[in-house]
């Protein structure tokens, strides 16, 4: 099923969820009414009524992903979600998604990132009372209905996803190498959720059922809806359908997660198959919650602004872009470019550490008001798509324990001052704080690249 790479270009972004006052002094108004509750099971539920278009998001969180494979056997999560889809006590094997289909769904699939493992499903209104009772049955009763003939062919079907989008994907090695070098080992976040043929291939129904029993329980999961319904009747039908199952058998493992601490500059070297070399900036920075998640937020994102148009005015770049991943464990920001024909990674490289200089040394910062809007305007189009808005009330509810977190992150906007951020690029943001990756276009290695020595 679709995975979600951890190092995805996705911006966190803010929202306000009453009246906001944006740089142009226009009001804005963000409706935010989730009401949040927890079954006897410990099941948590948050329910958001949205009523401007007949369909409903649902959104179904277990808070187990790649950073809980066991040791030995990298992307056992991402291979459990396979299974979640190949049958139950009441849908035939192979039938969960054209189940799905025939109630007129959209946007239905799984994922699994490095924290956690998302199924997900917008369905007609009329159609929710189904949809939760699908999502319930397999909660309760997909484990029982793993066999090895199922293990074996998703098995075949990770290996495929792999090659597809690691193996034989231009660069697709580049974010493997980067974890096992900004990693410590034995940190959970050192191997990529997605799994390798090798680490998969000894994985038993056991060790399917003991992941289970550890990880999949009502309480380690919560239930997101959003559209529209009327939330006593959703209340009524999810303590029928999620009411009877079983929380967690058996505690998660204890472990202790080693810091993330780059204290010099790394760099690694890959070489690659590909037409353009490629350089990537990567900094391990604080998780949401933490002093300096907001300030190296918008650090980042300002900084990459400013390499972006540096570096395509002085034609170092075919494209610039920068990524901000907010992580339980750690939080992964970058600013990635692909070179242009001709220019080096050491001049690209140079123009980044001479841009994050220079606005460390700044007064104030001139496009900070620019970056408020611009975030701004992507949350008033968000509400627009009842499954990002399903995910991103996951995100809130997990990290800050809050479904209605939008006003509180749109208030620390607010109060981000250009100070704050400046001292951003002298600490958290610094270069000695930065792995960087170069990658070498070299018509004899392979596609996805190899670690140069
Ligand atoms: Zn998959």
Redesign the pocket.
């Given at each position: 099923?679709?995975?979600k790479i951890a190092w995805g270009a996705v911006a966190l972004s803010f929202a306000a969820c009453e009246p906001a006052r944006s740089p142009g002094g226009v009001r804005i108004s963000i409706p935010s009414n989730a009401t949040k509750f927890s079954l006897s099971n410990g099941l948590e539920v948050v329910l958001n009524e949205d009523h401007r278009a007949p369909f409903v998001a649902l959104n179904l969180r277990y808070h187990v992903g790649g950073k809980d494979d066991p040791v030995e056997h990298a992307g056992l999560a991402?291979?459990y979600?396979?299974l979640m889809f190949c049958g139950s006590a009441h849908v035939a094997r192979d039938d969960f998604l054209p189940t799905l289909d025939r109630l007129g769904a959209r946007a239905h699939n799984?994922?699994?990132t490095r924290d956690y493992t998302e199924y997900f499903e917008t369905v007609p209104a009329n159609a929710l009372d189904e949809a939760l009772w699908l999502e319930a049955d397999r909660m309760q009763t997909a484990v029982d209905h793993f066999d090895e003939a199922t293990l074996a062919r998703e098995k075949q079907?990770?290996d495929n996803?792999e090659k597809l989008k690691v193996e034989n994907s231009a660069l697709g090695n580049v974010s493997t190498f980067i974890a096992a070098a900004l990693y410590p080992p034995g940190h959970p976040y050192r191997h990529l959720p997605?799994g390798t043929p090798e680490t998969l291939r000894g994985v038993t129904l056991e060790d399917l059922h003991a992941f289970h029993d550890r990880y999949y329980g009502a309480d380690n999961a919560t239930l997101v809806l959003v559209g529209d319904f009327d939330s006593g009747v959703a209340r009524r039908l999810i303590e029928s359908y999620f009411g009877p199952a079983a929380p967690s058998k058996a505690p998660p493992p204890a472990r202790r997660v080693a810091a993330v601490t780059a204290s010099a500059t790394k760099r690694i070297r890959v070489n690659a198959a590909v037409p353009y070399g490629a350089v990537r900036v990567t900094w391990p920075l604080p998780v949401p919650g933490q002093p300096g998640f907001y300030e190296s937020w918008a650090g980042l994102t300002l900084a990459g602004w400013t390499v972006d148009s540096r570096a395509v005015e002085r034609k170092l770049a075919e494209s610039v872009s920068a990524s901000f991943a907010p992580g339980r464990l750690s939080t992964t920001g970058e600013i990635r470019a692909v070179l242009a024909p001709g220019a080096s990674a050491d001049a690209f490289v140079e123009l980044v550490s001479d841009v994050i200089h220079a606005l460390s040394n700044a007064t104030r910062l001139t496009y900070l008001p620019d970056l408020r809007s611009s975030v701004i305007g992507a949350d008033v189009f968000l509400q627009e798509d009842l499954y990002a808005r399903a995910s991103r009330t996951q995100f809130y509810d997990e990290a800050y324990g809050d479904p209605n977190h939008v006003m509180p992150e749109l208030r620390a906007l607010d109060a981000l001052e250009s100070s704050r951020v400046i001292d951003a690029y002298g600490s958290l943001l610094a270069m000695d704080r930065a792995l960087v990756t170069v990658v070498v276009a070299d018509p004899q290695a392979p596609l996805a690249g190899a670690e140069a020595p």
């Open positions: 099923m679709g995975l991402h291979l979600e396979h799984g994922t699994t079907i990770v996803e997605m």
